[in-house]
């Protein structure tokens, strides 16, 4: 078996958290492997109109028969 030294709490007080960091972001990169979703907008309805369509999939209905309606050119 390996032998693990003893941990001693004088060694973990350079380990504190600052109170606040200062990140360079104009370096950052977008990562790579996070999914990329579809871009999805938030829209507010007015109070009248939310309770009437009080789903996101009843709102897109409505307006999916509403893009039907149009005639296109």
Known sequence: MNKIPPINSD???SDDLLAEYNF????ARPN????????KITITL?????EVFQTSESV???LRCL???????
């Not at 360079?24 to 370096?27: A, L, R, S």
């Open 24 to 27: 360079d972001y104009t370096q």
């Open 11 to 13: 060694s973990y007080e």
């Open 67 to 73: 893009l039907a309606a149009i005639p296109k050119n």
């Open 60 to 62: 897109n209905r409505a």
């Open 32 to 39: 790579r492997f996070a999914l990329r979703s579809p871009a």
């Open 46 to 50: 007015d109070s009248d109109v939310a």
